[in-house]
């Protein structure tokens, strides 16, 4: 009788087993829900969907896309990954045992991005970028910048998209080509998508601190919002404190948060006087330790005198990485 009554119970529990394995294959999650859950827009997964065939979504009697539990941990690890600088091209293939397996080895790393940025690789989206913000197209604009980021990878965004396009969009408006309003709703656009990759590098382990604002009468950010998901993708605790930040507030921030490393954008006004002083005050006061950098189109105005105040001088993100990675195999300093 004991073994009879084992043997049921063991038939129960794989039944049970069996079944619950089943519901992962149940198409019951709306659009909407796959969003919430795994940060793609409804655009992305449409353009994932169609170009990759990432998931093969059912479609409801009114003919709504529904998502399995399999789906949607396909789809939360595949924007991970792919936000991480992984090829989505390449990511669509894999099977999701592999997913798994490099996504824990990314989690692991989460030093310096593995992807390398390909030259070329934003190229296919920046004329239809700017042909969007020409048009003041604010969906099709939005649409493109969540797709090159997830498709792209960090580096490859903020280097060869996002950078350049709101560079040219800054010479278009100097040479009278593009309106206030279309600088305004590029600006917005990216910031939306920058603040969003920001939010999902968000470090929860202990991680090396480092510190992003504009100084004082700086009130153009997007190049700090730049340098903050950089860093954030290289696997820094980014305390993001945005734009016309006093001395004070800044080292008050990095004191408290243990930061190894300061990093200041300056674009305009390229005639203060007193940029000089602040950034001066604030390398004397940090501690010796504490790496202060300073980038963004005012360099080439200030640079000589800023490294001469004790300032690091980058020129470009790649450069960031660069110092970044080595600051970040160098060892202690603050952690958070």
Do not use: C
């Not at 396909?74 to 936000?83: P, T, V």
């Not at 593995?114 to 934003?122: C, R, W």
């Not at 730049?226 to 945005?242: H, K, P, Q, R």
């Amino acid at each position: 009788m004991v073994y009879i009554y084992n043997l049921t119970i063991l038939r129960l529990l794989s039944t049970m087993n069996f079944m619950k394995a089943s519901l992962r294959n149940v198409p019951r999650h709306t659009v909407r829900l796959v969003a919430q859950r795994t940060g793609l827009t409804p655009h992305v997964l449409r353009a994932w969907e169609r170009r990759y065939a990432v998931v093969h979504p059912h479609r409801s009697a009114g003919g709504h896309r529904l998502y399995s539990d399999l789906d949607l941990e396909r789809l939360g690890l595949l924007q991970g990954l792919a936000a991480g600088g992984h090829s989505i091209g390449q990511l669509a293939k894999l099977p999701l045992e592999e997913l798994v397996r490099l996504a824990d080895e990314q989690r692991m790393s989460r030093g310096p991005t593995a992807a390398p940025v390909l030259p070329g690789a934003a190229d296919a989206y920046r004329a239809d970028v700017l042909q969007a913000v020409t048009d003041l197209d604010t969906p099709r604009l939005q649409s493109l910048l969540d797709q090159s980021l997830l498709s792209l990878g960090v580096p490859a965004f903020v280097d060869g998209l996002a950078a350049p396009v709101l560079q040219e969009i800054g010479e278009r408006w100097s040479r009278g080509q593009l309106s206030v309003a279309h600088e305004h709703l590029a600006t917005a656009a990216v910031r939306r998508v920058l603040g969003w990759a920001l939010r999902t590098f968000e470090v929860s382990t202990v991680a090396p601190g480092i510190v992003v604002a504009t100084p004082p009468r700086q009130v153009h950010e997007l190049g700090a919002l730049l340098v903050a998901v950089t860093a954030a993708a290289e696997g820094w605790g980014v305390s993001y404190l945005g734009a016309d930040l006093p001395v004070a507030d800044i080292l008050s921030a990095a004191r408290q948060t243990r930061a190894r490393v300061v990093a200041l954008s300056v674009l305009h006004p390229t005639n203060d006087p007193s940029l000089l002083h602040d950034v001066a005050g604030l390398r004397q006061a940090l501690a010796p330790d504490v790496v202060l950098v300073v980038g963004g189109g005012a360099i080439n105005v200030y640079g000589d005198q800023l490294a001469a105040a004790g300032a690091r001088i980058i020129p470009d993100l790649a450069g960031l990485r660069t110092l970044l990675a080595s600051l970040h195999s160098s060892g202690p300093a603050g952690t958070r």
